[in-house]
């Protein structure tokens, strides 16, 4: 039997996501950690001519972050909007063969090979371990890429984090943020067609139907950075979004603060079908600082 695992994703946008279950892969660049996948003057010397191939390689990854709680408090302040958004608990499988994940059931049409699983470790040092550096060389490269994928400076521990490491170039979808400004939006659009990207103005956002698609993949491939860098000196955000199989969705909560009274019409229910009603929403408890999750009837 499969190891099934049961994590949580604190969010802002509980609303969007059960309309359309799908989470960001947020790439390097634009995590809240500036340590995240970067590599350190030893480590630089360790890969020698291959930094700048691996740096590659990590900026092409984005995180999709989990936590093993759902009553964090500091979580709920921070990447729940403030106790007004919600918490996602999720239950999957991950199918693994010689410590090698082969599938899970977390994902829609996403393969193995184009993700790694697992929890977050929490140290003071950026080098790897003394024996690591006694690896043969290919071995010692890839647990530097492990390495700057999974761990993270101790002040993150309370975080308790497990997380997806993804390959940008299976997303299933990729948008952009559209700008409010008609000058910066037309600019964007006349970037877009400079680089040969179909885009669709949706008014919300600006889809890229065809960025990530494997067929494509050496456009892809080739642009990437140059429209990462524009929209980073813009101010725009890059969105690389992966669709959840919503089977996976067992229980959702809202924050204290949350406007939503109950977040699931009737007819979104259906595609739910392991969340038997698990709909709670978080109150204040008299006698602890801590949270009381209460069934919304």
Not at 61 to 74: A, F, H, Q, R, W
Request: proline share 5%.
């Amino acid at each position: 039997m499969n190891p099934t695992f049961t994590f949580y994703k604190y969010t802002p946008h509980i609303e969007q996501f059960l309309k359309k279950p799908m989470l960001r892969a947020t790439p390097a660049y634009a995590l809240n950690d500036p340590f995240e996948l970067k590599i350190d003057r030893r480590n630089a010397e360790v890969l020698g001519n291959d930094q700048y191939f691996t740096e590659y390689q990590l900026t092409r990854t984005g995180v999709i972050s989990l936590c093993e709680t759902k009553d964090n408090l500091p979580m709920w302040s921070h990447y729940a909007d403030e106790h007004r958004g919600g918490v996602i608990e999720f239950t999957f499988e991950l199918k693994t063969y010689n410590q090698n994940i082969k599938t899970t059931n977390f994902f829609i049409n996403v393969a193995a090979s184009n993700f790694k699983f697992d929890s977050v470790k929490y140290c003071d040092s950026r080098e790897l371990e003394p024996h690591d550096y006694e690896m043969p060389s290919y071995k010692k490269k890839e647990q530097l890429k492990k390495h700057l994928s999974f761990i993270k400076a101790t002040p993150w521990k309370e975080e308790k984090e497990h997380r997806f490491v993804c390959e940008l170039t299976s997303a299933n979808s990729v948008s952009l943020q559209r700008p409010s400004s008609g000058k910066k939006l037309d600019a964007l659009k006349d970037k877009l067609n400079e680089l040969k990207v179909p885009y669709l103005d949706n008014a919300d956002n600006i889809l890229l139907p065809a960025f990530c698609k494997k067929s494509d993949l050496m456009h892809y491939n080739m642009n990437y950075p140059i429209l990462e860098e524009y929209c980073r000196a813009n101010d725009i955000s890059l969105f690389h979004f992966f669709d959840i199989d919503p089977a996976t969705v067992t229980g959702i909560y809202l924050g204290c603060d949350s406007p939503l009274e109950r977040p699931l019409a009737k007819s979104d229910t259906d595609k739910f079908t392991n969340l038997k009603a698990n709909v709670q929403k978080a109150e204040l408890s008299d006698e602890r600082y801590e949270l009381v999750f209460k069934a919304l009837s």
